[in-house]
């Protein structure tokens, strides 16, 4: 691919001299006023990405084609945890932070080891959906630290045209710090009441009169979730580095080295199911009981996941004009992970509290990622219309090995768990001729222009051509290649400049995972398929830095899941309509919220009839006692004859019918200075455990309080923080989906003591 990346490289640039010549002089502005502004003048103006100082995460966004730009200008859905929040609850991962934007629930696992969430009911891809600084998709496999990072950012729904083939969830984008503009440095000792301990360290400055900056960050935490058998560590290094040889030209480095080693206790996993039947098409089946939060039912301490990552992004943006800009940018991440997990089969208990408990062993799992980008913005006026273009190209690959799980089973009793000693499990296996070892080659070139009708009136398009190829690297077969042209389209209009409405057309292109290890066709690689997405949404801004929206999305994509034969296929189609809703702010300099909801419905649209079950020699199969065999029974044959029952007017598995949340943080200024107080609610509803719906997992409520004391010690600014989650431990199911649940977290107090010298 060589030469398609010195196309890439060239053809950018070539735009780029071509512009230069046409490009008009003007000043620059801030991003906060800079579609204004750009609007009223006379000559066109790049609008400026700066985003530091964004307290309550209302200001601007810097994810995908958008960045810079003001959330009431985006005609999409779009969450910004901003750094203060992420800061008053103490939050240390993906998960902690995303809980407070609208229809983000966990998936399939316990997050003691990293974040597995969903948006709007589809599973964010670990792999392809997880950006750094708008750009490197980076690997969600280990647990990304937020120590380094300034803010989340969720961008709701389908974004094939800037990212290429992702999940139509969203793209969940994390922002490093940046260089301080003189020295800073910060400290802190974290912990929690479950034994949890560790510090952080931060420097920032600037040198030679602005022309290098960087910021260094680290962590080491002795890791303990308050679930048995689940302690570890990790660590952080990272850098974050600019230079600015000119004023209108940076060269940035991002670097992070990351750590995890901790227990990641077993799930539920409904295995052995009761076979759906003429007479009884759609059985149904009962939860195990919610038992103790922290108890673990693993196999023993042994029972460890560790791996390690590295992030490299390099980038460059030159704006050789006040209205046209040149960026380009390189990247890798690299992950390593050695896991052991397992799960119990609910669904064939051997009497007693008494389970079958599956530890896997999956060494060696390696996933590299290599993206590259080239990216020509400018601005285009035309009387009292401003075109703000956007010419790129990118490549990404994505190689991954992913090796067979090797299981051991065990007998054990889930309401008083033994310990097991270590055992020997097999070498890692690839499969024949090394098939797990697969290769993503996602190359697109792109074209997207806002047109602006003065200033109260934007429309949006754009156009992507991809060429995309998975393979198998140790063969070099090919089993998909396609070049999919996918478009979008929408609207922006402003009645005033502190409101506006708008709707939205986007395709979406999304690979398919590889079938899960626990399926009868563990590996196999299925074609990718196509998502579209509608949405239509209103935007308020009533007062600076405070942001009402409220939007009604439809996603159509294809559907795929493990079936009732425990086969992963293609099946069909999925429906997701909802309404989400939010407002987030500082309402008054005293109180901040943000508050968030969804109300959503999804349904199998299209799928494969109801067909009754026989076997190789096509004779017909009857339910003997929870098993399909040929033998007929003695009576009610017809009632007992066994069938794949279809999934059309089903719920979609692991999308939860609501959800809703509230973070509020108060400042006693008046009474206490540098005292406050934060609370939160945070509802999950009832979700269905698997395509078949025989099982509706129930829905839940957490609540959290926190209690922030800042002062001065010895001319020291330093923070006090204590934070309660899950007030009064409560029981309930955090995930659910592909036939998997698992019990929430237990009740925890996080502390911390941080100081800025």
């Keep these: 691919m060589v030469?398609?990346?010195?196309?890439m490289a060239s053809s950018v640039a070539a735009i780029a001299l071509i512009a230069q010549?046409?490009?008009?002089?003007?000043?620059?502005?801030?991003?906060?006023?800079?579609?204004?502004?750009?609007?009223?003048?006379?000559?066109?103006?790049?609008?400026?990405?700066?985003?530091?100082?964004?307290?309550?995460?209302?200001?601007?966004?810097?994810?995908?084609?958008?960045?810079?730009?003001?959330?009431?200008?985006?005609?999409?859905?779009?969450?910004?945890?901003?750094?203060?929040?992420?800061?008053?609850?103490?939050?240390?991962?993906?998960?902690?932070?995303?809980?407070?934007?609208?229809?983000?629930?966990?998936?399939?696992?316990?997050?003691?080891?990293?974040?597995?969430?969903?948006?709007?009911?589809?599973?964010?891809?670990?792999?392809?959906?997880?950006?750094?600084?708008?750009?490197l998709p980076v690997i969600n496999l280990v647990g990304l630290p937020l120590e380094n990072k300034e803010r989340v950012e969720?961008?709701?729904?389908?974004?094939?045209?800037?990212?290429?083939?992702?999940?139509?969830?969203?793209?969940?984008?994390?922002?490093?710090?940046?260089?301080?503009?003189?020295?800073?440095?910060?400290?802190?000792?974290?912990?929690?009441?479950?034994?949890?301990?560790?510090?952080?360290?931060?420097?920032?400055?600037?040198?030679?009169?602005?022309?290098?900056?960087?910021?260094l960050n680290a962590a080491y935490v002795h890791l303990d979730s308050g679930i048995d058998d689940t302690k570890g560590r990790r660590s952080l290094l990272s850098g974050a580095f600019d230079v600015k040889p000119a004023s209108n030209l940076t060269f940035t480095l991002d670097v992070e080295r990351i750590y995890t080693n901790a227990g990641e206790p077993p799930t539920y996993r409904y295995t052995t199911k009761p076979p759906q039947t003429a007479g009884n098409p759609d059985p149904t089946a009962a939860l195990p009981a919610l038992r103790s939060n922290s108890l673990n039912f693993g196999a023993g301490d042994w029972v460890k996941t560790y791996g390690d990552e590295t992030n490299v992004l390099a980038g460059m943006r030159w704006k050789f004009s006040p209205a046209w800009e040149l960026s380009a940018s390189y990247g890798t991440s690299d992950m390593t992970r050695y896991r052991k997990a397992g799960y119990i089969d609910f669904g064939k208990p051997l009497g007693n509290d008494n389970y079958t408990l599956t530890i896997g062993n999956?060494?060696?799992?390696?996933?590299?990622?290599?993206?590259?980008?080239?990216?020509?913005?400018?601005?285009?006026?035309?009387?009292?219309?401003?075109?703000?273009?956007?010419?790129?190209?990118?490549?990404?690959?994505?190689?991954?090995?992913?090796?067979?799980?090797?299981?051991?089973?065990?007998?054990?009793?889930?309401a008083d768990p033994l310990s097991f000693p270590d055992v020997p499990f097999a070498r890692p296996d690839y499969g024949t001729g090394d098939v797990r070892k697969v290769r993503v080659d996602d190359i697109g070139y792109y074209v997207f222009d806002r047109l602006s009708v003065g200033s109260f009136l934007d429309l949006l398009g754009g156009v992507r051509f991809s060429d995309y190829t998975e393979s198998q690297r140790a063969t070099g077969l090919v089993t998909f290649h396609g070049k999919p042209t996918s478009f979008s389209y929408g609207a922006v209009a402003k009645p005033t400049?502190?409101?506006?409405?708008?709707?939205?057309?986007?395709?979406?292109?999304?690979?398919?995972?590889?079938?899960?290890?626990?399926?009868?066709?563990?590996?196999?690689?299925?074609?990718?398929?196509?998502?579209?997405?509608?949405?239509a949404g209103v935007k308020v801004e009533p007062k600076r830095g405070v942001l009402l929206t409220a939007a009604y999305f439809d996603i159509n994509r294809g559907a795929a899941y493990v079936n009732g034969a425990n086969v992963y296929v293609i099946d069909g189609r999925q429906s997701y309509r909802g309404v989400e809703f939010s407002a987030t702010g500082e309402v008054t300099p005293e109180l901040t919220i943000y508050a968030t909801g969804l109300i959503l419905d999804t349904e199998y649209t299209e799928g494969s009839p109801t067909t009754l079950s026989s076997n190789g020699a096509g004779l017909p199969l009857y339910n003997n006692n929870g098993s399909c065999t040929t033998a007929v029974p003695a009576a009610n044959a017809e009632a007992l004859r066994c069938q794949t029952t279809t999934n059309v007017g089903n719920r979609v598995d692991g999308a939860p019918k609501n959800t809703f949340s509230l973070a509020a943080n108060y400042k006693f200024s008046s009474l206490v200075p540098g005292l406050s107080v934060d609370a939160g609610v945070f509802h999950v509803g009832s979700r269905a455990l698997n395509a078949q719906n025989l099982i509706i997992v129930p829905g839940y409520t957490t609540f959290n309080l926190g209690l922030g004391y800042a002062t001065e010690i010895s001319g020291t600014k330093t923070n006090f923080r204590l934070n309660w989650e899950n007030v009064g431990d409560r029981r309930y199911w955090a995930t659910a989906g592909a036939d998997f649940v698992a019990q929430g977290m237990p009740s925890v107090v996080k502390f911390s003591i941080s100081v800025d010298m």
């Design 497 to 535: 400049s502190w409101a506006s409405v708008y709707g939205t057309y986007i395709e979406g292109l999304e690979p398919t995972p590889l079938a899960p290890t626990t399926a009868i066709n563990s590996g196999v690689q299925l074609p990718p398929s196509e998502s579209r997405q509608y949405e």
């Design 21 to 135: 010549s046409a490009s008009a002089q003007t000043t620059t502005v801030d991003t906060q006023d800079s579609g204004a502004q750009a609007q009223e003048g006379s000559q066109a103006a790049l609008d400026e990405i700066v985003v530091t100082g964004d307290r309550t995460g209302t200001e601007a966004v810097q994810v995908g084609s958008f960045r810079g730009a003001r959330p009431l200008d985006v005609p999409l859905t779009i969450s910004v945890i901003p750094r203060t929040l992420i800061d008053n609850q103490q939050a240390l991962s993906v998960g902690d932070a995303l809980k407070n934007s609208a229809g983000v629930s966990t998936s399939q696992i316990s997050s003691t080891f990293y974040s597995s969430l969903a948006i709007r009911g589809i599973d964010i891809d670990n792999r392809g959906n997880y950006r750094l600084n708008g750009t």
């Design 3 to 7: 030469t398609t990346r010195l196309l």
């Design 362 to 414: 999956a060494p060696r799992e390696r996933n590299f990622n290599k993206n590259y980008r080239a990216e020509l913005a400018g601005v285009v006026k035309l009387g009292i219309l401003t075109n703000n273009i956007l010419i790129g190209a990118s490549e990404n690959i994505r190689d991954r090995d992913n090796p067979n799980t090797v299981n051991k089973t065990f007998v054990q009793n889930i």
């Design 154 to 215: 969720a961008l709701k729904g389908a974004s094939a045209l800037y990212y290429g083939f992702t999940t139509p969830s969203g793209i969940v984008n994390l922002t490093t710090e940046r260089p301080t503009p003189i020295q800073s440095i910060s400290a802190s000792v974290i912990g929690s009441s479950a034994g949890q301990i560790g510090g952080t360290l931060d420097y920032g400055n600037t040198w030679g009169d602005g022309v290098f900056g960087a910021r």
